[in-house]
């Protein structure tokens, strides 16, 4: 069938505009904000008493010097670094091969974990937080009972295994959906071909799951580099490590009191700036994993 | 596979190490959260004494409490009601309507969603600051320099409204790709049909679309009471502390209060119980009225 495109009439142009209004509105009420900060980030602090429309004199780079250094934002961009990348590590470890056993074999305790995994989806961390802290208190004082140095609080280890035991039921959940999806045929060619059960998990099905291990990463290391609930609660010493988030956090905190505001503006879009390029590289990919995964709280 | 040797040792390495976090960090830490709750715990003093409900009786007492039970359901109500109207508007425009530049207003009204909520709450504060903030810049615009500056986080009658703009400001660009996601899964014969029977766009959302995601619809309601309470507690720790005066305490914020900073454990965990069975309970009850004859493509 022919079909030409019909002129514009007055009423679709102006249903068109009035999209783009609504639109353009909220795409406004996100991105001033953020611009907002970043221009704040390079002004003086004199020029913060000032009109907050006017742009910034000069690209004043010493803020960031300073909250790269004085405000130990270098040192916390390490610790979020490390914490993260051992989170993400020992998750992949721990959760693939259970989500992979859980989707793929039948055995006795097959539905309670099942069960136990997705009812630990409705468990928020921040709800539980106090009784892990809690629980490591006990710990450290039951090894200065026995004469030894505390260990579970204050500790980037630590942190990152309670990050990775806590995103167990998500990943768990999305791992052995993918798998069930996965069709048996190349596990039987691979015993037939003579594979173990750990061969063929590690060398025919990891990489076939590679899609959903991306997208497990991608959500893992975005909530993982944002915390700051419980980073902020397990590493409580003032001499002990901290990470990004809980750093800024106190920075806030001091920079209201001592008032130096661009040091603070340029230690928010340090927090910001790896996210955001990490964003702008896999959008696509974070919103449609979100469709594939479902929901995460 | 299940003739392969080994197998139930196969089995046992590949679950047993997961589940065994799981049960370590999320399990115990839940269940001991519902048995300190019967308990009188402070300090860092061993000492505990079995009380019974006697928290519970203390805690429905407390003008405190109530003052936070009172704000988190404020919270919760207005906060859900205009993040899921938008995010149903905002969904419904991107994907019955074709236009140039939709991607880009796809990527910009997630963005806020990959940020962590520190970063938020600072930029926040930085916007609502009573000297040099973005909105009273703003409004100076309309009043006319030196007009007298609204306190947005220091009056307590507005505080609350100021926290529940962020927090939409967060959510809704997560609850649009969410809503997008489920309605490109109905197919367009529906619409074309109804154009057909002349039906304008706006019917097409009630009669179609609407009752098409309803589902969807309820499940993220679910989520989204459990994901409210946990970020109004992470908002309010950055921009208020639950001041001034408690008129921004929320759930969470006040258990972290007593459990953590004053090391009341016994009632912090109390206060723990309630949010569990508040959350759940308003989710069950939400779940029951929102139920429909579901409709299928």
């Known amino acids: 069938m022919q079909y030409h ?17 609504v639109l353009g509105l909220l795409a406004i009420l996100i991105i001033v904000p ?20 006017v742009l910034p ?28 990348a051992m989170a993400l590590g020992m998750l992949l470890i721990f959760a693939l091969p259970a989500a992979y056993v859980l989707s793929r074999f039948r055995f006795r305790l097959r539905r309670l974990m099942n069960i136990s995994f997705m009812g630990g989806l409705f468990i928020n961390v921040n709800y539980i937080v106090v009784p892990i802290f809690l629980m490591l208190v006990a710990g450290d004082k039951q090894l200065r009972a026995w004469g030894a140095a505390p260990f579970f609080l204050n500790n980037l280890f630590m942190l990152a295994l309670v990050y990775a035991a806590t995103a167990l039921p998500f990943t768990v959940y ?89 040091q603070l503006y340029a230690g928010l879009v340090l927090v910001m700036l790896p996210t955001l390029i990490l964003y702008m590289l896999v959008q696509r990919k974070l919103t449609q994993g979100m469709a594939l995964g479902g929901l995460k709280g | 596979m299940d003739r392969h040797k080994g197998r139930g040792w196969f089995i046992f390495w590949c679950s047993a190490p997961a589940f065994l976090l799981f049960i370590i960090f999320m399990v115990i830490p839940t269940f001991n959260i519902f048995r300190m709750s019967l308990y009188k715990w402070g300090g860092f003093s061993a ?29 919760i109500v207005v ?17 019955r309507i074709k236009f140039k530049g939709q991607n880009f207003f796809r990527i910009v009204f997630y963005i806020p969603n990959i940020l962590s909520i520190v970063i938020i709450s600072a930029v926040f504060s930085a916007v609502y600051d009573s000297h040099n903030g973005l ?10 320099e030196g007009a007298q500056p609204v306190y947005w986080l220091g009056n307590q009658n507005i505080i609350i409204y100021s926290l529940a703009g962020a927090m939409i400001w967060q959510a809704i660009g997560y609850y649009m790709v969410m809503y997008m996601a489920s309605m490109a899964a109905i197919p367009e014969s529906l619409y074309e049909s109804a154009g057909l029977e002349g039906a304008g766009k706006l019917t097409q959302f009630f009669q179609i679309t609407l009752p098409l995601i309803w589902n969807n619809l309820r499940t993220t309601l679910t989520f989204f009471i459990i994901s409210s309470i946990n970020m109004s507690f992470m908002f309010v720790k950055v921009m208020t502390d639950g001041g001034p005066d408690g008129s921004t305490e929320v759930f969470l914020s006040y258990m972290y209060k007593q459990a953590y900073t004053n090391s009341t454990y016994g009632y912090g965990m109390a206060i723990g119980v309630v949010i569990f069975i508040f959350s759940f309970a308003l989710s069950g009850i939400v779940n029951l009225v929102t139920r429909r004859e579901t409709l299928e493509v």
Do not use: C, H
């Open chain 1, 174 to 262: 999305l791992l052995s959906g993918y798998f069930a999806t996965l069709p048996v045929a190349y596990e039987e060619a691979a015993y037939i071909d003579g594979a173990s059960n750990l061969t063929t998990m590690v060398r025919v099905m990891f990489p076939l799951a590679l899609p959903a291990i991306i997208t497990v990463i991608l959500f893992n290391f975005l909530s993982f580099w944002n915390e700051y609930i419980i980073a902020m609660t397990l590493l409580s010493s003032s001499t002990g490590p901290k990470t990004l988030p809980v750093g800024l956090m106190y920075l806030t905190k001091a920079q209201n009191a001592r008032s130096e505001f661009g």
């Open chain 2, 47 to 75: 000492r505990r004494t079995f009380i019974g409900l006697g928290n519970f009786r203390t805690l429905f007492e407390d003008m405190k409490f109530l003052q936070a039970f009172q704000n988190t359901v404020l919270l």
């Open chain 1, 34 to 53: 953020l611009l907002w900060v970043f221009m704040a980030s390079f002004k003086q602090n004199s020029e913060f008493y000032g009109s907050p429309w």
């Open chain 2, 79 to 95: 906060v859900s009601v205009i993040t899921i109207t938008l995010a149903l508007g905002y969904a419904a425009i991107l994907s």
């Open chain 2, 135 to 144: 909105l009273n810049g703003i409004l100076a615009l309309f009043k006319g």
């Open chain 1, 5 to 21: 495109k019909p002129r514009p009439t007055a009423s679709a142009i102006a249903s068109r505009f009035l999209i783009y209004l």
């Open chain 1, 57 to 84: 004199e000069g690209l004043y780079f010493q803020n960031y010097v300073d909250a790269w250094s004085k405000a130990r934002m270098g040192d916390f961009m390490l610790n979020s670094a490390v914490t993260t």
